[in-house]
């Protein structure tokens, strides 16, 4: 499971942070299932004037932990969907754990996220249908960083590839393993090479004709026996970067999450997260800012190009 512990310390101790601390300063279409995560009256339609916006949720997360997302980026003049994940399906993962590949860390994204790529290209077909003379924007929070990589590299269309799709955001994203000079995290990749083969295929801002952006919190240091916010983010970072002592989101150290050949945003004091994913719906952290918080969205909004008419090629 990528990035087991890191996530097992999410899920049971970030609460407890929430609870202690003050709040932060101010491809196969399945169409007929999707539903869009915020549905607007008609009369508000109208204001959607600008390019949809697809989000790629992180591990565990399902559509409806970015509704405050999604009505931020309506507000903003952006139809906004978010790949329609259940949490059943993240359970689709786990039969990687017992083949041989998982076990040498050779895992491809074929076969693996084949749940997660089925998902994305029915949303994908249905923002499409709805907005045929529109580029997409895509979004993608965490683990969604890479996913959309290998998606936008070897399962979508070619064509929505050079002519569709417009950009390609990254929100907190492990996009890189640990150096390999950094002892046994060096030699250690979470997901069990699949972050090896994306980056390894599409490296960088690999696609000349979409504008790639990739944003990372900045704020929280690691520190061992440090307060547990501290703590999280040290066991967090050292298996990701090698060092505990990094800074990041609190989840995902900086030196990972930009992508080179990208514009880079460093946010201050943003977090990785707003929700903890549970099995039933997911924990709303009150007082988090984090990449969905409104005056967030702003800061990587802005770096969004505006959308060419499908048909012209590039961005810029």
């Not at 689709?92 to 050779?106: L, M």
């Not at 074929?110 to 249908?129: M, N, Q, W």
Request: charged content about 20%; glycine content about 10%.
């Amino acid at each position: 499971m990528y990035y087991g512990g890191m996530a097992i310390l999410f899920l049971f101790l970030l609460p407890l942070v929430s609870a202690f601390s003050p709040p932060l300063s101010t491809a196969r279409p399945r169409i007929s299932t999707i539903t869009k995560a915020v549905a607007l009256p008609a009369s508000d339609q109208s204001t959607l004037n600008k390019s949809p916006i697809v989000i790629f949720p992180a591990q565990f997360g399902v559509a409806k932990d970015y509704e405050e997302m999604i009505a931020e980026l309506n507000s903003r003049g952006h139809p906004a969907y978010a790949v329609d994940l259940s949490r059943f399906d993240w359970l689709k993962i786990t039969k990687s754990a017992i083949t041989q590949d998982y076990w040498r860390g050779t895992l491809k994204p074929s076969g693996t996220l084949d749940f997660y790529f089925d998902a994305a290209a029915a949303i994908i077909e249905r923002v499409k249908f709805e907005y045929p003379d529109r580029k997409i924007h895509l979004v993608a929070h965490s683990i969604g960083g890479w996913v959309a990589r290998a998606y936008c590299g070897e399962v979508a269309d070619p064509e929505d590839v050079n002519k569709r799709f417009i950009s390609l955001t990254t929100l907190g994203s492990p996009n890189y393993p640990p150096p390999a000079g950094e002892g046994i995290w060096g030699s250690i990749d979470q997901t069990r090479g699949l972050l090896e083969y994306v980056n390894l295929r599409f490296p960088g801002a690999f696609h000349k004709g979409m504008k790639y952006v990739s944003v990372g919190g900045v704020g929280t240091k690691g520190r061992f026996g440090g307060g547990l916010e501290e703590s999280i983010a040290y066991i967090s970072y050292l298996p990701l970067c090698g060092k505990g002592d990094a800074e990041g989101d609190g989840i995902i150290p900086e030196s990972v999450a930009f992508l080179e050949g990208s514009t880079h945003v460093r946010v201050m004091e943003a977090k990785h997260s707003g929700f903890i994913p549970t099995a039933g719906p997911s924990i709303k952290i009150p007082g988090y800012v984090w990449y969905g918080t409104p005056e967030i969205v702003d800061q990587w909004l802005v770096h969004l190009p505006e959308s060419k008419k499908v048909g012209l090629r590039g961005w810029n």
